[in-house]
């Protein structure tokens, strides 16, 4: 099984509606933690890296050169 993890985002973003948001555009299940530092992460089931790359760029909260993906 596979988790994606999204983390970096601007604090002023509400994670809560945009986890919202992914759950029900990729019918997957998530939740948000935090890192060792603090820092909020979403945690996604599944393989949703380019899912989330797309979705990011698409609503204008990132510009596709500043989304990294590890793993691919």
């Excluded at 989330?52 to 793993?71: K, M, P, T």
């Amino acid at each position: 099984k596979c988790i994606t993890t999204v983390q970096g985002l601007a604090e002023s973003l509400d994670l809560k509606a945009m986890l919202t948001a992914f759950k029900k555009a990729f019918s997957c299940n998530g939740t948000i933690k935090k890192d060792k530092k603090g820092a909020r992460v979403l945690q996604l089931s599944g393989d949703q890296r380019q899912a989330i790359r797309s979705f990011l760029v698409s609503q204008g909260h990132a510009l596709d050169e500043d989304v990294n993906i590890h793993g691919a």
